[in-house]
């Protein structure tokens, strides 16, 4: 078996309205509904499909609750423009900029919280590192 990508996660949460508004209009995702009225967060090839904690869909997470998520999202902007938008939302953010490894190599990351507490991690490659297509990760 190979794994080729991450498609889509879930994140249970206390409010998809403010999670919503969060990952759209903080994030600059796609808001997309789906299924039965379903909400979706969509960024590049990838999703986060959001379910109101106390009416999660079958089949779930062990134990789906608010707040136990922990992710890192590649920006293509510097994360002086990144920390330069969340003022601009007042987020304030929880550590960063700070060098981490991220699957590609060196990166550099800032760390925000969004409204169920998730530590999302922001983070850039910066310009030597700009994947295209998914043959150059061979």
Known sequence: MRIERLDHLVLTVKSIDESVR????V???????????????????????FQEVGHEIDPKADKPMPGSADFCLIVNDSLQEVLRQLKEHCIEPVLGPVE?????????????????????????????VRITNRDELK
């Not at 994030?27 to 499909?49: C, E, S, Y």
């Not at 981490?100 to 030597?128: C, F, K, W």
Request: hydrophobic share 30%; proline share 5%; charged share 20%.
């Open 27 to 49: 994030l600059g995702m796609d808001i997309q509904t789906f299924g039965q009225g379903r909400k979706a967060a969509k960024f590049g090839l990838q999703k986060i499909n």
């Open 22 to 25: 969060f990952y759209g209009d």
């Open 100 to 128: 981490r490894t991220g699957a590609l190599g060196p990166m550099q990351s800032v760390y925000i919280r969004d409204p169920d507490d998730n530590l999302v991690e922001l983070s850039s490659y910066g310009p030597h």
